[in-house]
């Protein structure tokens, strides 16, 4: 259960940072920000693989950097569906996804230090 929950609370704490640091996104509350970290999570996980593999060849021809375009695409689809969330402006697009990513990381890892996540070797 902690394994799904964490994600989310990493994800929706995130976003609230960025609501405060970065102008091209806006969230009205706490819980537009819990729903907005569920509604990436199912994007990133149904729509985005697709996506990722119909923009394969122009991903390849861009040296990655189309990838940049997908994962705002993304971001930009999951404000979609929640209200309350709003990504707009170039800013947003862009660099919304690469702050996320980049706070969700630091969060995930600065949570889980606490847990010991390797199992246990039996000699």
Do not use: Q
């Not at 902690?2 to 996104?25: C, F, Q």
């Not at 996506?51 to 705002?72: D, W």
């Not at 660099?95 to 606490?114: C, K, N, Q, R």
């Amino acid at each position: 259960m902690l394994g799904v929950l964490l994600p989310a609370l990493v994800t929706a704490l995130s976003l609230l940072i960025l609501d405060w640091l970065l102008p091209g996104i806006t969230l009205d509350t706490v819980t537009a920000a819990l729903l907005a970290s569920v509604s990436i999570g199912l994007v990133n996980a149904i729509i985005k693989p697709v996506i990722g593999l119909l923009s394969l060849p122009l991903t390849i021809v861009t040296f990655g950097l189309f990838s940049l375009v997908v994962n705002g695409f993304c971001l930009w689809l999951a404000s979609l569906l929640v209200p309350g969330f709003h990504v707009h402006g170039l800013f947003g697009f862009l660099f919304g996804p690469i702050a996320l990513s980049f706070l969700g990381t630091t969060f995930g890892h600065y949570l889980a230090d606490g847990r010991d996540r390797s199992p246990e070797v039996i000699d």
